[in-house]
């Protein structure tokens, strides 16, 4: 059919308008491993009501927490095809797919619950992110933690001797599996939910976790020794699929990613206030527990440092910002 100068023109106009018009409003689905009692999934919750309200309801946002849309790794997946539009993912996961994001699991790297926060928000963190969207097809817009981690374990431990030959329970990634591989364990890759029964019934004899999970999930009801050694940090972060984010107006990508890093953040505060609070009530559960430090893991941290040295470029310059914080 030939068109006519009036059908062009109006064609013409309704583009302009198309053009014009605001971005579309959305249901952002958002996806976790945690449980919803979890700090993450708190945040997440708080990050999807306070962009509802800067939206004016134009925005929301659904949260899927405990693996409802599938493991870290399905996730990351749905990330980036556009399947999924954001995650409060580990940045264990991560690490899979950027190995240089595996810096942050340097043993001994922060002091403490404090020292972890203030490594995650200096720059030389928040510039890691910049590969992310070519590398793992996700925008990162900042960082929140869980606890540092610790050793439960079924059987009585006096020394890194101790853990050799032990099937003891990790999240799936290649720096937490070096660390106990150096140490002689059986790392043993296991998702969060099945922990607990795993302890219970003898499948693994110990468990890597922060004291959050040990405290509230109970984990120490299966354990004679609670080891603690805040010997890794374990990061997270905010992720929005870089597809998603390509065909947000820039009005939404500023808005989206101020609020989803506001909240990732408060994670860094909520741990500081209460993880001293979590590692007290363990200590009154009849449990044997210890104190430990660097040295009580001996040759393993060298060793570690060894393999991570060349797989993880920013290392050296996160070290050298994690000792000008202290």
Known sequence: MKLTIRDFAAGVAAAVVLAAAPAMAKDFRLGLITPPPHVWTKAAEAFGAELAEESGGAHSVTVFPARQLGNEAQMLQQLQTGALDM?????????????????????????????????LRSDTARDMLAVLPQEAGVVGVGYGSAGLRQIVSRGEINSAEDLAGLKLRIT??????????????????????????????????????????????KYYEHADTILFSNHMMFPMVGLISARVYAGLSDEDKAMITELMAK????????????????????????????????????????????????????????????ASLK
């Open 87 to 119: 995650a409060f993912m580990t940045v264990a996961e991560v690490s899979n797919r950027v190995p240089n994001m595996g810096a942050f699991y340097a043993p001994y790297l922060a002091d403490d619950i404090g020292h972890a926060a203030a490594i």
């Open 172 to 217: 799936p990634f290649d720096p937490i599996l070096d660390f106990y591989n150096a140490l002689g364990a059986a790392p043993t890759p296991m998702p969060l939910p099945a922990v607990y029964d795993a302890l219970a019934n003898g499948q693994v004899d110990a468990i890597d976790m922060d004291v959050e999970l040990i405290d509230v999930l």
């Open 263 to 322: 909240h990732v953040d408060t994670t860094l505060d909520t741990y500081t206030a209460k993880e001293p609070v979590w590692t007290e009530n363990l200590m009154g559960v009849g449990k044997t527990t210890k104190t430990v430090g660097a040295e009580f893991f001996g040759d393993a941290i060298a060793t570690w440092e060894g393999i991570w040295s060349d797989k993880a470029p920013s290392l050296p310059a996160l070290r050298e910002t994690a």
